[in-house]
């Protein structure tokens, strides 16, 4: 199993809704990654996770919230978002951070 | 601190025609790796190659190729007989400081027409 699997692909919520994506690994890799990708714009680094610890925070807003399971599951609890975080969520997993990193294809969120 | 410049904001080719994008990089580090992804109208990131800083052997992959010089700081991209297919935003990417730093650059839209 080479890719990263990311659930829901599309996601519409509410200012007050409370949501979370998910995303699987099956390839062994240690550090899993959330970025967010607005459009035409390069992905933006948002958390980083190194053996299922957080070990590193782009200073994102509370209401995101990573939690890592286990080594091959990643998700990200969103609540209270806002329209502007409408974007592309995008997962990703490497051996390490020098390594070439695997992307899910993504979830489109939008906030209303 | 590490940069990525991507000059080119978007380019169209003719079907088969050859094109080359361009990445130049910055960092302090003397080790450091260079990406480059493809990001196609689907949304996913395809990585298609890693290369180290003390590696600066060109390389080829069927259609793609990759020119890394560090005397310029460039790690430019070529197809050849670009496809259709191609169409989609590359992005070049620099990890250093021993991976505590990964910095993409803005990417370039690549439009192949047939």
């Known amino acids: 199993d080479t890719e990263v699997t990311q659930t829901p692909k599309h996601l519409v919520m509410g200012m007050t809704n409370k949501k979370s994506l998910k995303c699987e690994q099956h390839?062994?890799?240690?550090?899993m990654y959330w970025y967010k990708q607005k459009a035409k714009k390069p992905p933006e680094l948002m958390f980083v996770?190194?053996?299922?610890?957080?070990?590193i925070n782009e200073s994102v807003p509370s209401r995101f919230s990573p939690e890592c399971p286990n080594s091959s599951l990643l998700n990200l609890h969103l609540h209270a978002l806002q329209p502007e975080d409408s974007a592309l969520y995008l997962c990703?997993?490497?051996?390490?951070?020098?390594?070439?990193?695997?992307f899910g294809s993504g979830t489109r969120l939008t906030v209303v | 601190a590490q940069k990525v410049t991507q000059a080119q904001t978007e380019i169209s080719v003719v079907e088969k025609e050859d094109v080359t994008l361009d990445c130049v990089y910055e960092?302090?580090?003397?080790?450091?790796?260079l990406f480059w992804y493809k990001q196609p109208p689907s949304g996913e990131l395809v990585f298609l190659i890693r290369?180290?800083?003390?590696?600066?052997q060109n390389e080829i992959s069927g259609r793609y190729s990759w020119n890394f010089q560090k005397s310029t700081s460039s790690f430019n991209f070529t197809i050849t007989a670009s496809q259709v297919v191609d169409s989609a935003v590359y992005f070049c990417?620099?990890?250093?400081?021993?991976?505590?730093?990964?910095?993409f650059g803005p990417g370039t839209r690549l439009s192949v027409l047939p």
């Open positions: 960092t302090r580090d003397t080790t450091y790796y």
């Open positions: 996770y190194s053996y299922e610890k957080l070990s």
């Open positions: 990417a620099l990890s250093a400081n021993y991976g505590q730093n990964f910095v």
């Open positions: 290369r180290n800083s003390f590696d600066e």
């Open positions: 390839m062994g890799h240690r550090a």
């Open positions: 990703a997993s490497s051996h390490g951070q020098n390594y070439g990193y695997t």
